[in-house]
C-alpha cells in the first residue's frame, strides 16, 4: 500500500495501491501513519512522495465512493483532511517524484509537498472535481491556493482541465520536469538539499509560509465541510460521479 524505501537522509514513500492507487481511507491512513512516523523518528529525514508505474495516484477510490454509504462519506473525508494536513505541515522537507497521472485528490497531495517535479512522459495533472460535480474540503482548495501560480488558480478549479507535463509547468503546479528515469534521483537530490538545511530553521520558515493556509482552513472546514459532505451524499452528484466512473473505468455501477 506503501512503500517506504530509506535513502540515508530520504525516505521515499511510494504509493502502491491498486492499479492507479485510488485514495481510500485505508491509503489515506496509511500515509498519515507513515508521515508521523518520519516526522517522530530522531533521524529528521525529508520524504520524496512517488507512485507505482504510470500513475502517481489517479485520485479518490469512485467505487468506494458511491458504495461505501454515509458513514464511509465521512470516513473519507476526515481521512482525507487528516492526511492532506501531515503532508501539507510536515517538518521536514517532502518532496513529489510524480511519475504518471496525478489527478484530483492526487494533484492535491503533489501540491501539498514543498516542490514538485513530473517526469516526462503521457502523464496528466490537474483537478477536475468540479467538471464532476463535485465541491472540494476546505483544506484541499486552500493547498491548491498556496501551490498553483494565483493567474491560473480559477482556470484550474473551474474548467477542472488536466495538464501535460509543459502545461503544468507553466501554470506553476509543478516547479520541474525531469525524465522518468532520473526523476526518483532527482527528488531525492532536491530532498538531499533541503534537508541539509538547519532544521529547527527549515521549520520556522516552513511554518511562516504554510500555517495562514491551515488556519484559513479550519476556519472555512467550520463553515464548509458539513456542506461539502452534504453535496457528496447528494444524489445529483452521486449520478454525475457514477456517470463519470462509467466513462472513465469503463464499468457501471
Sequence with gaps: ?????????????????GKVSALDVDLLSALADQLGEIERSPSGQSVVLTGTG????????????????????????????????????FPRPAIAAVNGHAIAGGCVLACACDYRIMGRGPGKIGVPELRVGIPFPALAI?????????????????LGKTYEVDEAYQRGLVDEIA????????????AERLGSMPPARFQITKHQLRQPSLDRAERNAREWDAEVLRAWKDPETRAAVRAYAEATLGRRR
Design 142 to 158: 486552500e493547498i491548491l491556493r498556496f501551490a498553483a501560480s494565483t493567474p491560473h488558480l480559477q482556470e484550474l478549479v473551474y
Design 54 to 89: 504510470s500513475t502517481f495516484s489517479a485520485g479518490v477510490d469512485l467505487v468506494q465512493f458511491l458504495d461505501g454509504g454515509e458513514a464511509y462519506l465521512q470516513d473519507l473525508l476526515r481521512a482525507m483532511t487528516r492526511t492532506f494536513a501531515a503532508l501539507f505541515s
Design 1 to 17: 500500500m506503501i512503500h517506504r524505501e530509506d535513502h540515508a537522509s530520504v525516505a521515499v514513500l511510494r504509493l502502491d495501491h
Design 179 to 190: 525524465d522518468l528515469e532520473t526523476l526518483l534521483d532527482r527528488a531525492c537530490g532536491v
